[in-house]
Structures are given as C-alpha cells and as structure tokens.
C-alpha cells in the first residue's frame, strides 16, 4: 500500500494488521519499536488507542539513581526538547489508517474527511494509501481553522476582519508581529514588498493601512493560494502576487519581511514558518534589502529575540549581518509576546520564552 506523510518521513520498516483487541501497551511497545500499525477495526476505537499513546508517551519518567547535577545550556536544552518532540511524533505517527482512492475511509464509524483531504493533499492520484492517523487528525484540525478563520483585530471589525489558512501555511495566531506592522509609522504610501507572504496578512494589513500597492512574494505555491483567497475574501485588490525567492524586481519605500525566527533546521512544511536553517532566509533578506530599497526607504525586520535566548544567535551576530548589508538601523519598535506558553512554567523552554521580546526592526541604506 502506497505511503503518504507530509513531512516526508519514510514508511514504517515494518507494518503489522491491528485491530479493537490490540491493548494499548502492547499497542506502545510496537509503536516504540517503529512498527506500524495499520488499523482494521472501528474508527473511534482508532481515536481512543491514539489517545492511550499519547498519555503514555507523555509520562514522566521514573526517578533514576541521584547523579551528580549538570546544568544543560540553553542550546542544549533547546537540542534535546526537539529530539523529544520528534521520537514523541515518530511513536504517536505508527497506528497507521488506511485511504481509498478517493480518501474515504474504509474503517467502521469512520467520518467522511474527503473534503479536508482535497484541501491538503489535492486531487487524488487515483491509488490509495496509508497515513498516520495524527496526521490525519492534523489535516481535519487545518480544515476548520479553514472554514473559521482567524480573527485579525488590525483588519477592521468583524466580520470582515479574519484570515483563513490553508493546511501546512502558518496561521497568524501570534498576533504581536500583526500589531506591529499596523502600528509602526508608514515610510510612504505609493509601493511596498511583501516578503513570505504566508497567508497574505500583512499584506492585507499594509493595504488596509492605505498603501496603494503591495508586491507580495512566496516560493510555496500553497501559499500564494491561500494568500490569494484571503485577499479576495477581503477585497483587497492592490496586492500582487509573485513566486519567488525573497525579493521581486526593482525597489520600493517599503520592503517588509517576518522570517522564520529560530535557526534550526525543520522537519516538516509547516515548520519552514518557524525554523529557519542557518537562517538563510533572514540573512538573504538583510543581503539583498539595500539593491531593493528606494534611497529613502525603509526595510522592516519582524524578528523575535526567542533564538537569542536559545543560545542559538547572538545579538552582536543580528548586529554584524546588518552592518555587512551596508545598512543601519534606524530604530526599532518593540512587543511582549502574548501566547500561552509565555505563562506555561512546565514547558522545557519557558525560562526562555519568559525573555522573549519580537522587535520591528527599521533599516535604511548606511550612509
């Protein structure tokens, strides 16, 4: 049976039948060894094994022997919790559910998710497939953020005011970056570049604000189709949409970017919006801003200091790359984060999370 996983993890080496008799330990002890299990049985029972996964993964461990104490860096326990996360992912992605060609389910109890498998996934290539069932799980959570929305207080009063992402294009929920673009002064009205547009937000932000054209740009055509709908949903018709990489042809007043904010390197779509290996797109941004700035103009950096805390890039290295750009900062604009896990003490990240700080950063040619 064919495989199919969005963040391009292989198939499981081994896949065994699995049905409503398999407990749930037995059920762990085979996901943690990397053994998938494709279900037979009902869908719901499908669901509550899931669950029974989850909560054992989740467990603490039993108190080892006393060792003597070492504290990790922040780096190293940045490195760790991801390793975590990701063996948590690979045991939670083996109990396996099996597609139709049309994305049916041929399970008992099993809902019809057509719809929301032709928004992720496309048209079907007409053969069916096996794929994990949090990731299925994933694709119906995407669809009804979809069908809702998110609510963008900068755009205006509802309803005319939501954003609606597609599977695998990062929804706007941290809405400090939002408020930041809405708020910071504009250089000038005629032109500005938008740069990874995403869901095409503060676009419709920048147009809303009176910006008589934006340019805005993606290299993920999924993107750009859910920046398009948003747009039209809007009816903001001053935006231009263009794939490619970083920056479109000539130069503007205005060239606006909010990259991924931590250097690391992603495992899936979705987390090209969060990690940013090397951080090349924030460094190709600060390289090429000044060959498209117009002389007066303004490039804004939309940036969280997260990484900074993380151990993972330093301030005086944000600092130099800006300098080596021959450019100059021409102030900055600073916003408290205002997302849950600020405030949750058992996350393994939390001493950093509590410092983060997301900055506008204003740059101009050096003169």
């Given at each position: 049976m064919n495989w199919r996983a969005e963040s391009g993890a292989p198939a499981p080496r081994r896949v065994v039948l699995a049905d409503d008799t398999l407990n749930a330990d037995a059920a762990y002890r085979l996901a943690c060894e990397g053994t998938g299990l494709l279900w037979q049985g009902d869908f719901h029972n499908a669901r509550q094994l899931l669950q029974a996964l989850v909560r054992r993964a989740d467990r603490k461990p039993r108190k080892a022997?006393?060792?003597p104490v070492t504290h990790p860096t922040a780096a190293q326990?940045?490195?760790?919790h991801r390793q975590a996360l990701g063996q948590r992912a690979r045991t939670l992605g083996m109990v396996l559910v099996p597609l139709n060609a049309d994305y049916s389910i041929p399970l008992r109890r099993a809902p019809d998710l057509r719809v929301a498998c032709q928004e992720a996934w496309g048209?079907?290539?007409g053969k069916g497939c096996m794929v994990s069932l949090r990731e299925l799980l994933g694709v119906v959570g995407a669809h009804e953020w979809r069908k809702k929305g998110v609510e963008i207080t900068a755009l205006g009063e509802?309803?005319?005011n939501r954003i609606h992402p597609y599977y695998g294009v990062f929804s706007p929920i941290r809405g400090e970056y939002v408020d930041l673009v809405a708020n910071t002064p504009l250089p000038d009205t005629q032109l500005a570049f938008d740069i990874g547009v995403g869901t095409g937000v503060l676009s419709a932000v920048l147009a809303r604000r009176g910006v008589r054209r934006v340019v805005a740009t993606d290299q993920d055509p999924r993107a750009l189709a859910c920046a398009r709908e948003n747009l039209q949903r809007l009816k903001v018709t001053q935006v231009e949409l263009l794939q490619t990489d970083l920056f479109p042809p000539g130069q503007?007043?205005?060239v606006v970017c909010n990259p991924p904010w931590v250097p690391a390197r992603p495992s899936s779509p979705i987390e090209h919006a969060v990690y940013d290996e090397g951080s090349r797109m924030l460094r190709g941004f600060l390289a090429g801003l000044r060959e498209h700035l117009t002389p007066q103009g303004e490039g804004w950096l939309i940036l969280s200091d997260l990484a900074?805390?993380?151990?993972?890039r330093s301030r005086e290295e944000l600092l130099d790359w800006i300098?080596?750009?021959d450019l100059q900062v021409l102030g900055r604009h600073d916003i408290r984060p205002r997302h849950s896990k600020v405030m949750d003490t058992s996350d393994p990240l939390?001493?950093?999370r509590a410092q983060e700080v997301t900055s506008l950063w204003r740059l101009g040619s050096a003169v």
């Open positions: 022997a006393k060792t326990s940045f490195h760790l048209p079907s290539n509802p309803p005319n503007a007043p205005l900074e805390h993380l151990g993972l300098t080596q750009a939390h001493a950093a």
